[in-house]
């Protein structure tokens, strides 16, 4: 009361308090979960593979470039792995020669043969650039990573400066189509 007057508050100045939020629980919940979310935007960028969609090109390529380049096939099943090769223009005889099928050692994908005949392919064509790979349903995630490391890339150069050589490192992963 203030001169015999009561503030229109329902209270008295007496009575009147001041109120203070203990903001600190609300800050370290706040802190708590901005940290979680910046570590889950991380683990989402390195989940991701670095695939390339296959793209409608507009006009004919260069037929002398065409010749050259041919675009491997990769199926992937619970018993092996089986290369192919295609291209508009090359005879299927000669495509043919190209196929190899790489059967499962001591229960394992033979990644480093499937590797060394890929180096071969592309240094008989060396402007392939394109692979597709097909894995049977039930393939595990590690085999496709697997095979795709297979095909990507080949160590050179020498041991004090190593370099990574490109084999096919557009690689395009598909499903079968029943």
């Not at 670095?50 to 260069?62: H, K, L």
């Not at 050692?105 to 033979?110: A, G, I, V, Y």
């Not at 085999?143 to 400066?161: L, W």
């Amino acid at each position: 009361m203030l001169g015999g007057r009561s503030f229109g508050g329902g209270g008295t100045e007496d009575e009147a308090e001041e109120v203070f939020l203990n903001l600190t629980p609300m800050i370290d919940i706040l802190t708590c979960l901005l940290f979680f979310l910046l570590l889950s935007f991380g683990a989402v960028i390195i989940a991701l593979i670095n695939a390339s969609v296959p793209v409608i090109a507009d006009g004919d390529p260069n037929p002398q470039v065409s010749k050259m380049k041919v675009t491997m096939g990769l199926r992937i099943t619970d018993k092996g792995m089986l290369v192919t090769a295609s291209h508009d223009q090359m005879p299927e005889s000669e495509l043919d020669r190209l196929k190899r099928s790489f059967p499962k050692k001591k229960n394992e994908h033979d990644f480093k043969a499937l590797h060394d005949y890929l180096w071969k392919v592309k240094n008989k064509f060396p402007n392939s650039t394109s692979i597709i790979i097909t894995p049977s349903p039930g393939i595990p995630y590690e085999v496709i990573v697997g095979a795709m490391d297979a095909s990507r890339e080949r160590t050179g150069g020498t041991e004090r400066r190593p370099i990574k050589i490109p084999m096919f490192p557009e690689a395009v992963i598909s499903t079968l189509v029943e």
